[in-house]
């Protein structure tokens, strides 16, 4: 029995260090949620502005389909070459789009799984 006791008094010990840890991290946390608030709203700026990239890019998309019906039907100006210089161009600008909308996506979704697993621990009132 005697044994019994001082094993569970070391775990007893061991729980109390754990729970100083956690006691201090989550105050931690607590002092830097201003921060993270600030982030937050950084990362809702940088979605409107990614949404405006993606409208800017299908009015110009639309245009250079423009272009390239006029030109089909002979109702334009623009050389075969300068079309093509459009093409390099706009395809250029896609991959671009492509790359920053996946990037901000995956940076999205781990962001999210964050904070599903902070909402699932979150006593509810």
Known sequence: MHQAHRRWKSEDELWRDDLALWQAEVDRVIELLPHFQHALRQYANLLRKHAAAIRLYEQDFTADEHLLMNLQRG???VTQAELENAFVRASELHDLQRRNH????????????????????TPQP
């Not at 996946?102 to 621990?121: A, G, N, P, T, V």
């Open 75 to 77: 109702e334009t100006c």
């Open 102 to 121: 996946e990037r901000l996506k995956h940076q999205h979704y781990r962001l999210m799984r964050i904070w599903k697993l902070l909402e699932q621990k």
